[in-house]
């Protein structure tokens, strides 16, 4: 299945609310071949790159749902958590069971959802990142009850467009891979602020530091992306006994002060985040 196909003017994509994330979506879907035609997008409070980019592309853009045409095949659910009780019940009444709901509100059940679209609706839940506007991201999506296996192939599909997914049997583990993969750009963005201001301490000026440092990581990620080999042994391919990576390896890797335990708190704190905002 592709978008391409998925997808028509008469059985649309409807994406309910296109800031960043959806507009990271977006962006990956239209370059993967998504026709404009066949999307429909809601947002009250749209950015001037967006109606440039809705009125290039043939986008149906709204301010409401009152003006959404036509029923959508999948709706995706791209507004903020602490929003859903106020705007998913008009969505129920316009829509009721009819699309199939995507979900990526981090920390908002299945069940919520349905307490909110009805006890028939079907719901998928995925979680994506930020690179899926390059076609990088990494997603993954959990299907509720009553949802067929074509729609969450459907699902899959959206996301196969702008990544790679993965399949979750576990509703509870969406929190641990938000902490992980959702929140994980944003760490591996701070690595290049702080390598790059670890370069400047000695003696690097502040623009050849930064350019430095996004190479190595954009470099590091394609090399480990490129290859069949684990990241420990990558890791090891780079390090000589007694040099200079193992000198700064040792420091990097220490058991109790190091990367790993601190790379643990990080994720715990996040994943944590996402079971408050459940309610769990």
């Known amino acids: 299945m592709t978008l391409a196909t998925a997808f028509t003017p008469d059985a649309p994509l409807l994406i309910l609310g296109c800031g960043k994330m959806g507009g990271a979506l977006l962006d990956g879907w239209l ?109 993954a999506v959990f299907s509720g009850p009553g949802v067929t296996g074509e729609e969450t192939s459907l699902a899959e599909a959206m996301l196969a467009a702008v990544g790679r997914t993965v399949r979750l049997d576990a509703e509870s583990d969406m929190d641990a891979v938000t902490g992980v993969s959702g929140s994980g750009p944003a760490y591996v963005f701070h690595m290049i602020e702080a390598l790059a201001s670890a370069g400047e301490a000695q003696g690097l000026s502040p623009d050849l530091a930064m350019r430095l440092a996004r190479q190595t990581i954009v470099g590091a990620a394609a090399l480990a992306d490129a290859s069949d080999e684990s990241a420990a042994v990558l890791r090891a391919n780079v390090t000589s006994p007694k040099g200079t990576t193992a000198a700064g390896l040792a420091l990097l890797m220490d058991e109790s002060t190091g990367l790993p335990p601190l790379m643990a708190r990080t994720v715990a704190a996040a994943a944590d985040r996402s079971r408050e905002l459940s309610g769990k």
């Open 31 to 139: 370059a993967g071949g998504l026709p404009g035609a066949a999307i429909r997008i809601v947002e009250p409070h749209p950015a001037d790159a967006l109606v440039r980019l809705a009125e290039a592309r043939g986008i149906a853009l709204s301010a409401d749902m009152e003006a959404v045409t036509g029923v959508p095949r999948a709706m995706l659910l791209a507004i903020k958590p602490q929003m859903m009780a106020d705007v998913l019940p008009s969505v129920a009444a316009r829509f009721g069971t009819a699309p199939l709901y995507v979900s990526i509100a981090a920390g908002t059940s299945v069940a919520i959802f349905r307490d909110l679209l009805g006890a028939e609706a079907r719901i998928v839940r995925v979680m994506p990142n930020t690179p899926v506007a390059v076609g990088k991201g990494a997603s």
